[in-house]
């Protein structure tokens, strides 16, 4: 399993933190950026880091039926929203705003979420570790989910 994480200004102490949870549960985590807290804009680092999780993590979508990714991304801004709605621009992205346990959970297992988003500014580290916690741990449940992920994917096409 490998976790790809990017983040703009709002974020960076917040990316490192992420990145040692992940790093202490055994991940390869690859690092996108930014390394700094100069300003950056934000869709320009949800675009690279979407397109190498669909690159590197291959098809979720219908199309050959539904397999989970093996690459997951994680995008951190001021809120997560700006990062959730430029990933899900991406053909092949389902990017979710978590902002505790449950909706993560809940992304994971429903949803078939590949790339988890939070708010820098509006989630505390303790609950980012019970965020990260709760997707690692769960999965894709499938049956009725995916009739409905299928009805999402349709419109992509
Ligand atoms: C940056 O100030 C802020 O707008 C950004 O981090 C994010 O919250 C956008 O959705």
Request: a neutral charge.
């Amino acid at each position: 399993m490998k976790y790809i994480i990017a983040t703009d200004h709002a974020g960076v102490d917040v990316k490192n933190y992420t990145k040692e949870l992940l790093k202490a549960k055994g991940y390869e985590v690859e690092d996108l950026g930014p390394y700094t807290s100069d300003r950056v804009d934000y869709p320009d680092f949800a675009e690279k880091l979407s397109r190498k999780v669909v690159e590197e993590g291959g098809d979720i979508s219908i199309e050959k039926d539904w397999r989970e990714s093996k690459v997951f991304g994680i995008l951190i801004c001021g809120t997560g929203i700006g990062m959730s709605i430029t990933a899900n621009k991406i053909r092949g992205v389902r990017a979710s705003l978590c902002h505790d346990a449950y909706t993560s959970q809940m992304a994971r297992e429903h949803n078939n979420s590949n790339i988890l988003c939070f708010g820098a500014r509006t989630t505390g580290f303790g609950t980012i570790e019970s965020i990260v916690n709760s997707w690692d741990n769960s999965s894709f449940q499938g049956g009725r989910h995916l009739d409905r992920v299928k009805k999402i994917d349709i419109l992509d096409r």
